[in-house]
């Protein structure tokens, strides 16, 4: 079974110092892993995914993911945070046979002040 | 390329009563999922539907239904509303049935349904 844990559930930082959200995902099989971002009264956006290639993933809005097998990690980083990253982020896992669904972590609330 | 749509996109009901939402998908997806999302549970798989058949349920009641189009349009129903459904419900579409296991999901904006 897959399941995946946000470290922390809110993230403060200020404008243009780095981000990092935690997440840790434990899956029995080769997981399939994704970052949505959720604005206020938006719907989820696809930051990144990782699918077994690189394991260091680049995503949109100069955000990154590392996949580390070895420490069942993978976090989002961000070397400069801007004020419109302020969000909710989730990380999600699947496994690759494809026959179960999405499962989403609980989510991290950025917060990003000037 | 016009992203997932849903409608309504907000929705007030009283306890006991029906209520339908829809979602067209990204022109050329076919599979279509849906979620729900609430602050004490977080979002949830509710069902996910490729080719108009549902290929993968999650853990809700069968008050909850849904249905696919052959135009790949879908529609979730929630019947004798309660409370605890007030959420935002999400939508999602892909390309194909996510057994291709690298297939992205492009999210809707959502309906709001609050249940008085």
């Known amino acids: 079974a897959q399941s995946v844990t946000q470290l922390d559930s809110h993230v403060s930082v200020s404008e243009g110092t780095p981000v990092l959200l935690r997440c840790n995902y434990s899956?029995?099989?080769?997981?399939?892993l994704f970052w949505y971002v959720q604005h206020p009264n938006k719907g989820l956006q696809l930051l990144l995914k990782?699918?077994?290639?690189?394991?260091l993933v680049k995503g949109i809005n100069g955000f990154e993911a590392e996949f580390k097998k070895s420490e069942t990690s993978f976090h989002l980083t961000k070397p400069s945070a801007h004020m419109s990253d302020a969000a909710e982020y989730f990380c999600?896992?699947?496994?690759?046979?494809?026959?179960?669904?999405?499962?989403f972590g609980t989510g991290t609330r950025l917060q990003v002040f000037p | 390329k016009a992203g997932v749509t849903q409608t309504p996109r907000y929705l007030i009901k009283t306890r006991g009563q029906q209520v339908t939402l829809s979602c067209s998908p990204i022109?050329?997806?076919?599979?279509v999922s849906w979620y729900q999302q609430t602050p004490g549970q977080g979002l949830q798989f509710l069902f996910e539907y490729f080719s108009e058949t549902q290929r993968n349920k999650g853990n809700f009641p069968g008050r909850f239904s849904g249905r696919q189009f052959s135009n790949s349009r879908s529609e979730m129903n929630v019947s004798t509303l309660e409370l605890g459904d007030s959420a935002l419900y999400l939508c999602a579409s892909s390309l194909e049935y996510r057994g291709a296991a690298t297939d992205t999901q492009y999210f809707g904006p959502g309906t709001r349904l609050t249940v008085l």
């Open positions: 022109s050329g997806h076919r599979s």
């Open positions: 990782y699918t077994s290639a690189a394991t």
């Open positions: 899956s029995s099989y080769s997981p399939s």
């Open positions: 999600v896992v699947s496994d690759r046979r494809g026959t179960d669904k999405l499962i």
